[in-house]
């Protein structure tokens, strides 16, 4: 069978232009290209060798400082000391996994159930987010009998092959399971007018969604969202859109499954978790990458009814989900987050390049608008104010002229034209002040 080509990935290195890199550049990824193959990709026009990274900055080769405004997996920083020694000290101790009874991970556990509603008591570790996610869809499927999924239009879920098949962005060479509806993405300025607009646009796309998957004789297992909806432009507010989705998932039979990885961790400012910034409670709660601060863990947390059948006639077991060293770290990255006021931060910070963000916007035709929470902010760039039409060309130069200023961010959205901004939650009022002026400089060229 013959595939379409995959889209090309959202501000990715073009490998025909490689003959415009320095030399050394260019042999090192022909050589990345030899032993690595093809199926990896580089960032910007202008590829980096990062060698070091300190807080939220990043150092090349040759002592380049770049402010990192998009990296959300070392979410305390880059090299926390405390994450360091916590790993160091239990690398010198035991490393080992869920087999044996260990008192670290039970600490870590009920704190991390603390913060998450009362309703959510289970938890099972992992090493990724694909496998947590995997993981939650297994669930979704044994305790519903059902196999239909759901997801919005431009979603990232994970790389298993399993996930991948609920992961539209992913392009064409990557077809969707047969058991997969897509809906739009929760996007207020394209959809509605008001809440009750947007809710109504959602409410009857889930609709839709679960009457042709049953008309195909396929019952409704799970829907599944990113809380901040990161891959397909960054979708925040108006907080509350997710509560008609959940009561028509519900109605089906189904289950609604919160995909954390991104916004979760307090993130978002508001609360710990994406999904609290909307008034619901989901059966099934996903997080990985930011877990650990770059070390592999992840996890899903379960309503306990959902788990009483599966523990029962289902094995699972993952050597490295919640080894030693991983729970070491995540509880090194949950104190930081809670010593160091990181969520305040996200919020405090996050509200300041929003808000200068739009003023030096105003009137612009080509930003369409600014949205987020906390320190997760999209920039919408269009050709017009008027059409609205997603301008991803203009977007990935933005990205590309921050890039040679030293400043790093990156796009999301079906036409990579949302610009995303996402740096580590230690992103002081000085460092938006150098990306707002970076991007105030970048946006008057579009004049």
Same mark, same amino acid.
């Given at each position: 069978?013959?595939?379409?080509?995959?889209?090309?990935?959202?501000?990715?290195?073009?490998?025909?232009?490689?003959?415009?890199?320095?030399?050394?550049?260019?042999?090192?990824?022909?050589?990345?290209?030899?032993?690595?193959?093809?199926?990896?990709?580089?960032?910007?026009?202008?590829?980096?060798?990062?060698?070091?990274?300190?807080?939220?900055?990043?150092?090349?080769?040759?002592?380049?400082?770049?402010?990192?405004?998009?990296?959300?997996?070392?979410?305390?920083?880059?090299?926390?000391?405390?994450?360091?020694?916590?790993?160091?000290?239990?690398?010198?101790?035991?490393?080992?996994?869920?087999?044996?009874?260990?008192?670290?991970?039970?600490?870590?556990?009920?704190?991390?159930?603390?913060?998450?509603?009362?309703?959510?008591?289970?938890?099972?570790?992992?090493?990724?987010?694909?496998?947590?996610?995997?993981?939650?869809?297994?669930?979704?499927?044994?305790?519903?009998?059902?196999?239909?999924?759901?997801?919005?239009?431009?979603?990232?879920?994970?790389?298993?092959?399993?996930?991948?098949?609920?992961?539209?962005?992913?392009?064409?060479?990557?077809?969707?399971?047969?058991?997969?509806?897509?809906?739009?993405?929760?996007?207020?300025?394209?959809?509605?007018?008001?809440?009750?607009?947007?809710?109504?646009?959602?409410?009857?796309?889930?609709?839709?969604?679960?009457?042709?998957?049953?008309?195909?004789?396929?019952?409704?297992?799970?829907?599944?969202?990113?809380?901040?909806?990161?891959?397909?432009?960054?979708?925040?507010?108006?907080?509350?859109?997710?509560?008609?989705?959940?009561?028509?998932?519900?109605?089906?039979?189904?289950?609604?499954?919160?995909?954390?990885?991104?916004?979760?961790?307090?993130?978002?400012?508001?609360?710990?978790?994406?999904?609290?910034?909307?008034?619901?409670?989901?059966? @099934?709660?996903?997080?990985?990458?930011?877990? *650990? !601060?770059?070390?592999? /863990? #992840? =996890? %899903?947390?379960?309503?306990?009814?959902?788990?009483?059948?599966?523990?029962?006639? @289902?094995?699972?077991?993952?050597?490295?989900? *919640? !080894?030693?060293?991983? /729970? #070491? =770290? %995540?509880?090194?990255?949950?104190?930081?987050?809670?010593?160091?006021?990181?969520?305040?931060?996200?919020?405090?910070?996050?509200?300041?390049?929003?808000?200068?963000?739009?003023?030096?916007?105003?009137?612009?035709?080509?930003?369409?608008?600014?949205?987020?929470?906390?320190?997760?902010?999209?920039?919408?760039?269009?050709?017009?104010?008027?059409?609205?039409?997603?301008?991803?060309?203009?977007?990935?130069?933005?990205?590309?002229?921050?890039?040679?200023?030293?400043?790093?961010?990156?796009?999301?959205?079906?036409?990579?034209?949302?610009?995303?901004?996402?740096?580590?939650?230690?992103?002081?009022?000085?460092?938006?002040?150098?990306?707002?002026?970076?991007?105030?400089?970048?946006?008057?060229?579009?004049?």
């Amino acid at each position: 069978m013959t595939r379409r080509p995959s889209k090309p990935m959202v501000n990715g290195f073009d490998p025909s232009r490689i003959d415009e890199l320095p030399a050394p550049m260019q042999e090192n990824i022909r050589r990345r290209d030899r032993s690595l193959g093809p199926g990896y990709r580089l960032f910007y026009d202008k590829p980096l060798e990062i060698v070091r990274g300190k807080g939220v900055t990043l150092f090349d080769r040759e002592g380049n400082e770049y402010l990192d405004v998009y990296n959300n997996v070392p979410s305390v920083g880059h090299a926390h000391p405390r994450v360091i020694d916590a790993v160091h000290q239990q690398m010198q101790t035991l490393n080992t996994n869920t087999r044996y009874v260990q008192e670290s991970i039970l600490n870590y556990s009920e704190q991390l159930l603390s913060t998450l509603p009362a309703q959510l008591g289970h938890v099972m570790f992992t090493c990724t987010g694909s496998e947590a996610n995997d993981l939650a869809m297994r669930v979704a499927k044994y305790a519903t009998g059902n196999q239909g999924v759901i997801v919005t239009a431009g979603a990232y879920h994970g790389l298993t092959a399993e996930v991948a098949s609920f992961s539209p962005s992913l392009g064409a060479g990557v077809p969707l399971g047969a058991n997969v509806r897509v809906i739009d993405a929760p996007d207020a300025l394209r959809y509605s007018s008001d809440q009750s607009t947007l809710d109504d646009h959602l409410r009857t796309q889930v609709r839709a969604a679960i009457a042709d998957l049953q008309r195909h004789g396929i019952g409704l297992a799970a829907f599944i969202a990113d809380s901040i909806f990161s891959s397909d432009g960054i979708f925040a507010g108006p907080a509350g859109f997710l509560r008609p989705i959940i009561e028509e998932v519900h109605a089906a039979g189904g289950l609604y499954i919160a995909d954390e990885v991104q916004p979760g961790f307090g993130r978002t400012g508001e609360e710990w978790w994406g999904f609290q910034r909307h008034g619901i409670v989901p059966d @099934i709660v996903t997080m990985g990458k930011p877990m *650990g !601060n770059g070390i592999p /863990i #992840a =996890a %899903a947390v379960f309503k306990p009814e959902l788990l009483v059948e599966f523990g029962k006639n @289902i094995r699972y077991f993952n050597t490295f989900g *919640g !080894n030693s060293v991983a /729970i #070491a =770290a %995540a509880q090194a990255v949950l104190d930081v987050i809670r010593d160091e006021s990181l969520m305040k931060n996200s919020l405090k910070v996050g509200v300041k390049i929003q808000t200068e963000l739009r003023q030096l916007t105003q009137g612009l035709e080509q930003v369409a608008e600014t949205r987020g929470s906390g320190l997760f902010v999209g920039v919408d760039i269009v050709t017009d104010a008027s059409s609205l039409t997603p301008d991803g060309d203009t977007a990935a130069r933005i990205v590309n002229e921050l890039r040679e200023e030293r400043i790093l961010i990156s796009a999301s959205g079906a036409q990579g034209n949302v610009l995303k901004l996402r740096p580590p939650m230690s992103f002081s009022m000085n460092d938006a002040d150098r990306l707002i002026e970076a991007l105030d400089r970048s946006l008057r060229r579009l004049h």
